[in-house]
C-alpha cells in the first residue's frame, strides 16, 4: 500500500488572497519609521519570517534596523494588517479544497510565517477558527522560511513523516523550505510569483490558484 499523501499549507497568497495587504501594511509600517522602500521589494519578501525579511530589507536600504525598531515595526504592522482585514477573502476554490481533503480523510496542516493574530484574520476568510484548525505559526518555531522549521512541526502535529507531505505555497521560500526538509512543492501563481520562479525553486507542479489545483487534485494525491 502507498502511503497516504498529507498536505501542508502556506496561508497568505496561498489559500487568502491577502498578499498584497500584506505588502500594504509593510510599506504602512517602514514609511512611519522613515525607511523608504518600493512596494515591489517588500513583495518579493513576502513568504519570509517579519525577522529575516527586516533583516533582509535593511540590506536592500543600508540602514541598520535595530531589534527594538524592528520590533515596533512588527507590530505597526500587525495594526495596518488588522486596519485591511475587511478587504481579505478565501481565494477561489480554497474552501472547497479543504472541505474535499477532509472527505478523504487525508490530513493537513496549514503552517504560516505570520503570527496567530494575522494567522486568524485568514482563517476567519476561510470560515475557520484557531482551535479548529492544525495550525503552526511563526510564535510555534526558532526559525521562519526558508528554513524548513514551520514544515516539520506541522508534519509532527500530523504524526506523518514530512517526505510524504506536499506542501503548497505562493512565494519561493515556500519552495526552498520545502525541499530543505525533503517534503514536495507545489507551487500557487495566486502570491504574484511566475511558474519559472517557482520551479527554479523546487516546486514539482505549478498550479493557477487552489481552484486549479482542486481540478488536478489526481496529480499530485496519492492515496493507499
Not at 522613515?34 to 530589507?57: D, E, N, Q, T, Y
Not at 515595526?73 to 474535499?100: F, V
Request: aromatic share 6%; proline share 4%; net charge negative.
Amino acid at each position: 500500500m502507498s502511503p497516504r499523501t498529507s498536505f501542508i499549507f502556506d496561508l497568505d497568497g496561498t489559500l487568502t488572497d491577502s498578499v498584497y495587504q500584506n505588502v500594504a501594511a509593510w510599506k504602512q509600517a517602514l514609511d512611519s519609521e522613515g525607511i523608504p522602500l518600493a512596494m515591489w521589494r517588500i513583495h518579493r519578501k513576502i513568504g519570509m519570517s517579519g525577522g529575516l525579511m527586516l533583516k533582509s530589507l535593511s540590506r536592500e536600504t543600508g540602514m541598520d534596523i535595530s531589534a527594538e525598531q524592528a520590533d515596533r515595526l512588527s507590530e505597526k504592522h500587525s495594526e495596518a494588517y488588522r486596519e485591511l482585514q475587511g478587504q481579505i477573502i478565501a481565494l477561489p476554490g480554497a474552501i472547497e479544497l479543504l472541505e474535499t481533503l477532509n472527505r478523504g480523510d487525508l490530513k493537513w496542516c496549514i503552517a504560516t510565517s505570520g503570527g496567530s493574530e494575522t494567522a486568524r484574520i485568514n482563517l476567519e476568510a476561510l470560515g475557520l477558527k484557531l482551535e479548529e484548525v492544525a495550525l503552526i505559526t511563526r510564535d510555534d518555531v526558532k526559525y521562519g522560511k526558508p528554513d524548513p522549521d514551520l514544515f516539520l512541526a506541522a508534519a509532527q502535529r500530523m504524526e506523518v513523516p514530512i517526505e510524504e507531505c506536499l506542501v503548497i505555497g505562493d512565494a519561493i521560500w515556500d519552495m526552498l523550505a520545502a525541499r530543505r526538509c525533503k517534503a514536495t512543492g507545489i507551487g500557487l501563481l495566486s502570491g504574484g510569483y511566475d511558474i519559472s520562479e517557482l520551479e527554479r525553486a523546487g516546486a514539482l507542479r505549478v498550479y493557477e490558484d487552489p481552484l486549479d489545483l482542486l481540478n488536478h487534485l489526481d496529480e499530485i494525491a496519492s492515496r493507499p
